[in-house]
């Protein structure tokens, strides 16, 4: 049981460019979340699921983008990075409420 | 979700009892109160949850008062790898139950 991964876990990108962040679950939770951290901070909420095929806005969603076409994937988009967006990436599941999030190890993004 | 209120900091030395307060004054009777805690920058490991009754696992005890407006999570023997980020949140039922993280309290475990 891998639990929740996230790939990459490093990544640096020039201002304008995209990328994609991918989680994986293998819990088969229903609920996935995106959270990011900046230094000295808690996790702010960008987007979450609560089941395959549907997304909704968290705190901070500006400027991402969000997919769940499979149930044990949940894709955050960058459609075009910016400084602002330099943080960690953590991504969490549950198996829906009041179950606890089960966190990945976060993916450490750097836009220059 | 309601808000919750933690102090920024606190000491504690090895082996003995941690006690984390948590403010949730505007509780509702369906919101569990959750605690995590984050050890340097790693993913937050969930410790405990609990709705109105007391609960322990292997990890803390979780003690909530009879109003529901406060909680104490309580590491029983600390030692310097419980040094972390303790987070405690609030989230009710339904399908929008979305964690909100504050900035939570740093407990620093000395010798």
């Known amino acids: 049981n891998a639990g929740v991964t996230q790939t990459p876990k490093f990544r640096v990108l020039k201002t304008g460019q995209s990328m994609t962040l991918l989680c994986a679950q293998d819990?088969?939770?229903?609920?996935m979340y995106w959270y990011r951290q900046d230094p000295g901070m808690g996790l702010r909420l960008i987007h979450y699921?609560?089941?395959?095929?549907?997304?909704a806005k968290g705190e901070v969603p500006d400027g991402y983008n969000v997919s769940r076409l499979k149930k044990q994937n949940f894709l955050l988009g960058l459609e075009s990075a910016a400084p602002s967006q330099t943080s960690v990436y953590f991504c969490a599941s549950r198996p829906g409420h009041p179950g606890p999030l089960h966190f990945g190890n976060g993916t450490r993004l750097t836009v220059t | 979700d309601a808000k919750t209120t933690q102090p920024p900091s606190m000491d504690c030395a090895e082996g003995r009892a941690a006690n984390l307060p948590c403010n949730h004054s505007?509780?509702?009777?369906?919101?569990?109160v959750y605690w995590y805690r984050q050890i340097h920058s790693q993913g937050p490991q969930y410790i405990i949850h609990?709705?109105?009754n007391n609960e322990t696992n292997e990890m803390a005890s979780l003690i909530i008062t009879e109003d529901r407006k406060s909680s104490t999570l309580i590491l029983p023997h600390a030692t310097l790898r419980d040094t972390a980020v303790y987070y405690c949140?609030?989230?009710?039922?339904?399908?929008?139950?979305?964690?909100?993280f504050g900035t939570g309290t740093r407990l620093q475990v000395t010798l």
């Open positions: 699921s609560v089941g395959e095929g549907t997304t």
């Open positions: 949140i609030v989230s009710g039922t339904g399908t929008a139950s979305k964690l909100t």
């Open positions: 609990g709705l109105k």
């Open positions: 819990m088969n939770h229903e609920y």
């Open positions: 505007t509780i509702s009777g369906n919101e569990y």
